[in-house]
């Protein structure tokens, strides 16, 4: 069974560029969600998505959005970067009746 | 406020003996709590889970104990391995699972030979 598959898996953008990060969960996974990790953090939550809909929302401000596909695919956005959105993202999926959280190994962000 | 700490931010122990790594949480209301290994660029690796109804889950040379009313949980690796050596986090996670999940800060474990 193919793990969680992050793409790409690194990204480099200057201020101000928008960024799309790509996430295909591992098969039969409804439910996506998206952290941010930056150096010496632990994950900070961006949102979770379950059958295409947004279910909850971490503490991040509009610039950040997502969006999932019929098939569970899911997508996150980033308009108009700053210095401070330089991140590892991360994806991770999960059944919803098996209490397991599966990451992929991210996309590393990096603006300049 | 973070309601998810590892107060320890690193550990060293000694090859074959007993790692702790603690985690305290603040909102009574999670309902289950996973350990994850993480090695630097990838993502993290499912370790461990327990639920908010149990107090003890064991896989391996890992267990996990959860202390409700001191909401404390607290992961035993043993014995510690070099391979074992990485950053480890602690979540907390609501219903439906995976909900808004928090994570802490980490615990860089050292396993010397």
């Known amino acids: 069974k193919a793990g969680v598959t992050q793409t790409p898996r690194y990204l480099i953008k200057t201020r101000g560029q928008q960024v799309t990060l790509s996430c295909s969960p591992i098969s039969g996974h409804r439910s996506v969600s998206w952290y941010q990790q930056t150096p010496g953090q632990g994950l900070q939550f961006l949102f979770e998505y379950f059958s295409e809909t947004q279910r909850n929302k971490g503490n991040f401000p509009g610039r950040f959005s997502g969006r999932q596909f019929s098939n569970s695919r899911s997508e996150m956005n980033v308009s108009t970067l700053e210095l401070g959105d330089s991140a590892l993202y991360l994806c991770?999926?999960?059944?919803?009746?098996?209490?397991?959280?599966?990451f992929g190994s991210g996309t590393q962000l990096s603006v300049l | 406020d973070q309601q998810v700490k590892q107060n320890s931010p690193s550990l060293s122990v000694q090859e074959g003996r007993i790692s702790i790594l603690n985690c305290d949480y603040t909102n009574s209301m999670f309902d289950y709590f996973l350990w994850y290994k993480k090695y630097p660029a990838e993502g993290p690796t499912f370790l461990i889970s327990i639920s908010s109804i149990k107090d003890k889950n064991e896989d391996g040379r890992f267990t996990v104990f959860l202390n409700k009313s001191a909401k404390h949980l607290s992961l035993h690796i043993v014995p510690s391995q070099p391979g074992d050596s990485a950053v480890y986090f602690c979540a907390a996670f609501g219903v439906p699972f995976p909900g808004k999940s928090t994570f802490g800060d980490g615990t860089t474990l050292t396993v010397k030979p």
């Open positions: 991770a999926s999960s059944f919803t009746t098996n209490e397991k959280l599966f």
